[in-house]
């Protein structure tokens, strides 16, 4: 039997969403595959060892292992740092960048509650349950109402990393699905600039296909040093991919 809580991990957010559209009719064989399919599926995901790590280690989501992997390569996060973390629901990255701040270890991480050495503040249109430490604040990235509350509470503060796992519905429509992800990555883009640290860093979410180059050459003329990600804990069959940024080019912060 499997519990709600492996389903939950499962489906990468905290809580499950039984929110459905407008449902279509169509042939009961149609349907028996369908069933087939996501069972199957979910089969697959409640079987992932990212999906049992992440329940051992106490993270919402194995989505804390890409972040980890990354990290643990280039040497990013670090005590003392402010990090921003936009799309953070359901808290995965911001669990983990909150055990990397802590200085209850002599590497400085490891404590998921207590002393913080750091400043973390979080972001996402959907709610987040608290993350000891971290500052969250619920909003669309996209209006300016919203960026202005982030910009606030940086309070004039550079940022020395930006992480950012935001991504838009997809509907399925290549050509607008990938100006969607552009544009949730180019604001990213623009809020880096204004916002860190001439050594800071950005790693983003987004996916290969139609306006990839596009995004890889923006990234490009933004930092310094571009590297492309695949961790391990994004699948395989999976079109999702990060790409990271460090160090802004003289002259492009504004």
Request: aromatic share 6%; with cysteine.
């Amino acid at each position: 039997m499997v519990g709600f809580g492996t389903v939950n991990l499962a489906l990468g957010r905290g809580k499950l969403n039984l929110r459905h559209g407008r449902i279509i009719k169509a042939k009961m064989k149609t349907k028996t595959k369908s069933k087939k399919v996501n069972k199957a599926w979910l089969n697959d995901h409640v079987n992932d060892p990212y999906v049992k790590l992440a329940q051992k280690e106490g993270y919402r989501a194995r989505a804390a292992f890409k972040l980890k992997e990354i990290d643990e390569t280039l040497g990013l996060i670090k005590p003392g740092q402010l990090i921003v973390d936009l799309g953070s629901t359901p808290g995965a990255w911001s669990q983990y960048v909150r055990r990397k701040l802590s200085p209850k270890t002599a590497t400085g991480g490891g404590a998921a509650a207590g002393e913080l050495n750091g400043c973390i503040i979080a972001l996402d249109i959907l709610p987040m349950e608290p993350v000891e430490g971290v500052t969250f604040l619920q909003g669309d990235f996209r209006e300016p109402e919203v960026l202005a509350r982030l910009e606030s509470a940086v309070a004039g503060r550079l940022a020395d990393v930006v992480v950012s796992d935001m991504a838009p519905n997809l509907s399925g429509i290549e050509s607008a699905d990938a100006a969607r992800i552009a544009h949730l990555v180019e604001l990213a883009v623009e809020f880096a600039k204004a916002h860190l640290k001439p050594e800071g860093s950005l790693v983003v979410k987004l996916f290969h296909g139609s306006g990839y180059d596009d995004l890889v050459r923006l990234f490009r003329s933004t930092f310094r040093v571009v590297k492309p990600f695949k961790p391990k804990a994004s699948r395989d069959k999976s079109s999702e991919t990060f790409l990271v940024g460090m160090g802004v080019k003289p002259g492009l912060e504004s």
